[in-house]
């Protein structure tokens, strides 16, 4: 039986271990081409806080609710951002890193749901709790139905906007991943 030679066998490495390896190559980078990965997330959770900050202002506009309006904005910049930042590092940013391809089927969805179905439920909690508006006890759901019609079309340029920012970010993403694995699989010498 030949000897095996353990240079050209394969390693099983896990996940973990394998995105710390790739993140020390990624620190020998020029911080501008880095800064895709470390940072990215963080800037798409931002301008979901910055959608969601859109969205409850359009909304509390139109249901005329004037009460809290402090609290509901802490909760309409936080929450899209706490919850789409990690959504996206997991989604987009980890998938390109370990080469196992993005899931566009839960990747879609984070995009403008998040923010925009948040604000909606804020809104109307916010409306329910103050009564700014007067709802008919038959129909109600289609009183809502109308009333929120003009936001969410508003908010459907703004989902599209933040569809596209997602994009050019996993394409950075993509094109710095190249770079990285050219480095990371080259033989230090």
Request: proline share 6%; aromatic share 8%; net charge positive.
């Amino acid at each position: 039986m030949p000897e095996k030679n353990k240079d050209t066998e394969p390693t099983n490495i896990n996940k973990t271990d394998l995105l710390v390896q790739l993140y020390e190559v990624m620190e020998q980078m020029p911080f501008e081409e880095s800064s895709v990965f470390t940072k990215g997330p963080y800037l798409f959770g931002a301008n979901a806080g910055l959608v969601g900050l859109l969205g409850n202002s359009l909304c509390r506009r139109l249901l005329c609710v004037r009460q809290a309006k402090f609290q509901s904005l802490v909760i309409m910049s936080t929450l899209p951002f706490l919850i789409t930042t990690p959504a996206f590092f997991h989604a987009v940013s980890v998938p390109l890193l370990t080469g196992n391809g993005i899931d566009f089927s839960t990747s879609k969805e984070l995009v403008p749901v998040v923010p925009v179905q948040l604000t909606l439920m804020c809104t109307c909690v916010l409306v329910g709790r103050f009564g700014t508006v007067r709802l008919p006890e038959q129909g109600k759901w289609a009183v809502w139905g109308s009333m929120l019609r003009p936001v969410l079309l508003r908010m459907s340029v703004v989902g599209l906007m933040q569809c596209a920012f997602a994009v050019c970010l996993a394409s950075e993403q993509f094109q710095v991943n190249g770079k990285v694995q050219k480095m990371y699989l080259q033989p230090s010498s």
